[in-house]
């Protein structure tokens, strides 16, 4: 239904007015006498209009992509829209410019990077060798930090299979390089059971 009146006219306005259930305000152009009051309104400041509330990636409220009634989450983003999320996600990209990566297909994994190849054991310490480098430091007065049984005790060193445990053997050689950088026993035993 289209309604058109002449808004000049006050009697059609009034009748607009009763149909729209307002009141109707008289033409005090016409109706005033030339003893008019000055307008008294309250002058408006002069602010530039309110501009719309953005979100942390500069987005405004979207009712399409964005839920509502409008809500934020913790990092100041726009809440997205239940079914929304890749046109979300689009918008986000576009508005902060960075490219998203693809999203992957329903039901499908994302692919994981590929995991770093094992580390190469270090080669084996020959018992020869290390065993001269114990006796060399076991007769220098300030070889060692502490004896060789307290060394042996908190390395966890059996006398037995010395020769042929690899791990008795690196500990010891690691004890020693300690030694050599100048650690005190404790240093020196922490060094070797981390190696």
């Keep these: 239904m289209q309604i058109t009146f002449d808004p000049h006219n006050a009697q059609e306005c009034a009748t607009i007015a009763r ?31 309110a501009q719309p509330e953005t979100d942390c990636h500069g987005m405004t409220h979207d009712d399409a992509i964005h839920s509502t009634p409008a809500s934020k989450n913790a990092d100041g983003s726009w ?18 410019g960075k490219d998203e990566p693809a999203p992957a297909p329903q039901g499908m994994p994302m692919p994981q990077p590929a995991s770093a190849a094992p580390a190469t054991p270090p080669a084996p ?13 076991m007769a220098d007065p300030d070889g060692l930090p502490a ?13 037995d299979d010395l020769e042929t445990n690899q791990t008795s053997i690196a500990r010891l050689s690691a004890y020693m390089d300690a030694v ?8 020196c035993v922490r060094h070797a059971m981390s190696a």
């Design 19 to 49: 149909l729209l259930g307002t009141t109707a305000q008289p033409d005090t152009a016409t109706a005033q006498p030339d003893t008019a009051q000055p307008d008294t309104a309250p002058a408006q400041p002069d602010t530039a209009p």
């Design 79 to 96: 809440r997205a829209k239940r079914g929304q999320k890749e046109a979300y996600e689009a918008a986000i990209a576009a508005a902060t």
């Design 125 to 137: 310490i020959d018992y020869k060798t290390m065993a001269e480098r114990f006796m060399a430091k």
């Design 147 to 159: 004896e060789y049984e307290a060394i042996y005790t908190a390395l966890s060193i059996g006398y």
């Design 180 to 187: 050599d950088n100048g650690d005190d026993h404790d240093g």
